[in-house]
């Protein structure tokens, strides 16, 4: 079945520092990944789209500066927080749609991160 | 735009105890129906989809879910748990017309706990 690699799966860092995250399709080609972030008890809420080869739309409410999203291949997404603070600290969720069908998303594992 | 309501925050319930996880959703288009599965610090599974046809749909644990148009739902059932089932479910629909800014977006319910008990 179709597998989304994330990583890293556990993060802890001081305040100020920039984190990556990386979200693979490691066997199927997606032109689209999506970036949730989940806090605790709570729901998904997207972040943003990621397309291939293009700007990533973000949603509403969500800093495009603060969160860098680069789509460079058709099986590579990246989310960098930059200069990340304490109240970045959350789950971060990718997902991906399979290049030839339309649903389902596929999952990640999803990130914690802390930011001390 | 669509909406998901899941009405359960919390469900418990005893081992081998059936069990309904309901859900119901608000959209001005046609939609595609999930339901996902999260294990604590993980991401989310696939349990089931409706995307057309018939309007049951089954997992291969023994989940099933019935889309009903008229009462807008997609409640989420099982006969009889186990202890392996305790996780969080969530509810999700997607706009099922192609194409455009909506393009495979989720809009997710609020997520409910399903704890079983021995």
């Known amino acids: 079945g179709a597998v989304v690699s994330q990583h890293p799966s556990w993060v802890i860092c001081k305040s100020g520092t920039s984190v990556k995250i990386e979200c693979r399709s490691l066997?199927?080609?997606?032109?689209?990944m999506f970036w949730y972030r989940q806090f605790p008890k709570q729901s998904l809420m997207l972040m943003a789209t990621?397309?291939?080869?293009?700007?990533?739309?973000?949603e509403q409410g969500v800093e495009k500066d603060k969160f860098l999203i680069n789509h460079a291949s058709l099986t590579l997404s990246t989310l960098t927080v930059t200069s990340a603070h304490p109240e970045d600290s959350s789950f971060y969720i990718c997902s991906a749609l399979h290049r030839d069908s339309y649903q389902p998303q596929h999952f990640g594992d999803g990130t914690r991160l802390s930011i001390l | 735009a669509q909406s998901v309501t899941q009405l359960d925050s919390q469900v418990p319930v005893f081992e081998e105890a059936p069990v309904e996880l309901r859900c119901n959703y608000s959209?001005?288009?046609?939609?595609?129906l999930f339901w996902y599965v999260q294990y604590p610090n993980q991401g989310l599974q696939l349990l089931l989809k409706?995307?057309?046809?018939?309007?049951l749909v089954e997992s291969i644990n023994g989940f099933e879910a019935e889309f009903n148009k008229s009462q807008t739902s997609f409640h989420l059932r099982k006969p009889s748990v186990h202890i392996s089932d305790t996780a969080e479910y969530f509810c999700a629909v997607s706009d099922s017309r192609g194409g455009g800014t909506s393009y495979g977006k989720l809009t997710f319910g609020q997520g409910t706990i399903l704890t079983v008990h021995p």
């Open positions: 066997d199927f080609q997606a032109t689209t």
């Open positions: 959209s001005s288009v046609s939609v595609y």
């Open positions: 990621s397309n291939e080869g293009s700007k990533a739309t973000y």
């Open positions: 409706y995307l057309s046809g018939s309007t």
